[in-house]
């Protein structure tokens, strides 16, 4: 009898988190019977070229044990983006993205707080990418099913900087959309908190149970 596969998950996390900050998610996903990996990075003392190349490997070595899915939030689903076009002919891609309030498009905020030199020390080149249309126009679609889910409440951020659109405070539902997923889910919840949301995971759950926990 051919032995069930199990899913993996590898969880990358936002700009000035950890990987700790993806634990409630992973402790609820490993519930559901999968097993996850974390990934970590400092924007301060990395580069966006040499995080992603450090995150390609990572991703390699995930791909050669079996059927995995990836979950980004903020910089982390730009990053996973970055380096799964960028895996080496003959990795298996994932079946799944999900995208955690991650731009797909250059951020307001970035762009705002881009000139300051504060946030330019703390957020280094990756800071500089997220507020840059050309970088981010240089990181194209996924070609495997992805998923943001987006947070919705917003927070009193200046009222220019979202222009009344819906937002989590740090994101809005616009900039975390693009015409090539066509699978997004607002949940009730700031940008920063959404690792730790149960819905999250639910939706995760949810999204694998149609298919992507079946062996290949």
């Not at 607002?186 to 999250?200: F, Y």
Request: aromatic share 6%; with cysteine; net charge neutral.
């Amino acid at each position: 009898m051919r032995q069930e596969q199990v899913m993996r998950a590898l969880f990358v996390h936002g700009m000035g988190r950890t990987p700790l900050s993806g634990l409630p998610l992973l402790w609820q996903l490993r519930r559901g019977g999968m097993q996850t990996g974390t990934f970590g990075y400092s924007v301060a003392l990395e580069t966006f070229a040499g995080i992603e190349e450090r995150l390609v490997s990572r991703i390699s070595a995930v791909a050669v044990e079996g059927s995995y899915v990836v979950i980004g939030h903020s910089l982390g689903g730009v990053l996973l983006r970055a380096a799964l076009d960028s895996l080496p002919p003959g990795i298996r891609p994932p079946q799944h993205i999900f995208l955690l309030a991650s731009p797909l498009r250059p951020s307001r905020l970035a762009q705002k707080l881009g000139a300051n030199p504060v946030y330019r020390m703390l957020a280094g080149d990756c800071g500089q990418l997220l507020g840059s249309t050309g970088r981010m126009e240089g990181i194209g679609p996924m070609a495997v099913p992805t998923t943001a889910i987006v947070g919705s409440r917003g927070l009193p951020w200046p009222t220019d900087l979202f222009a009344g659109e819906a937002n989590d405070g740090v994101v809005s539902v616009v900039e975390a959309s693009a015409e090539w997923i066509n699978d997004r889910v607002l949940v009730d919840c700031v940008h920063t908190l959404l690792p730790s949301s149960r819905r999250v995971g639910e939706i995760i759950l949810e999204r694998l149970a149609h298919g992507a926990f079946q062996a290949e």
